[in-house]
């Protein structure tokens, strides 16, 4: 696979899937016994992905951005940093709406085969989203806007 397939795949990835908001995405660009790893667990699967992380997130954040700010590829590994801006103002994760405007700056991991992501890992600070949502101060890869 030549890089710029690749980098094309992450990047399509986050385009689809978060911004245009597209549950079918998932299941055409992630294998169907793909593997996430998160804080908050493994992820199976294109409908495990969506009913525990996707659903929820955009439920809690339904005006999220989210950019690709650098892709490196090789072989059939892509890491993407990737920065997120949205608008907390609905409980899907378990916290009460907070009307909070936060920026989420993380990593990802994916390693592709055949053109799919069959396993993949996050790195944000899930907890410090949370702490920054419950008025909490955050911290340095959440940033929470001022006068919220």
Not at 25 to 47: C, F, K, N, S, Y
Not at 57 to 72: C, H, M, N, R, T
Not at 116 to 133: Q, R
């Amino acid at each position: 696979m030549s890089l710029m397939p690749l980098r094309a795949l992450a990047t399509r990835w986050y385009h689809e899937v978060w911004n245009e908001r597209n549950p079918d995405a998932i299941r055409a660009l992630l294998a169907p016994d793909a593997v996430g790893h998160t804080e908050g667990g493994d992820m199976r699967g294109p409908e495990e992905f969506i009913a525990m992380f996707h659903r929820p997130f955009l439920g809690a954040f339904p005006d999220i951005k989210v950019s690709v700010d650098d892709v490196i590829a090789l072989d059939s590994d892509a890491v993407v940093r990737w920065s997120a801006v949205g608008t907390h103002t609905g409980d899907d994760l378990g916290i009460p709406a907070s009307g909070r405007k936060v920026t989420i700056h993380g990593m990802s991991w994916l390693k592709y085969k055949d053109g799919l992501i069959i396993e993949g890992w996050d790195h944000w600070n899930f907890n410090g989203l949370v702490t920054a949502l419950t008025g909490g101060s955050g911290c340095a890869t959440i940033q929470v806007e001022a006068g919220c």
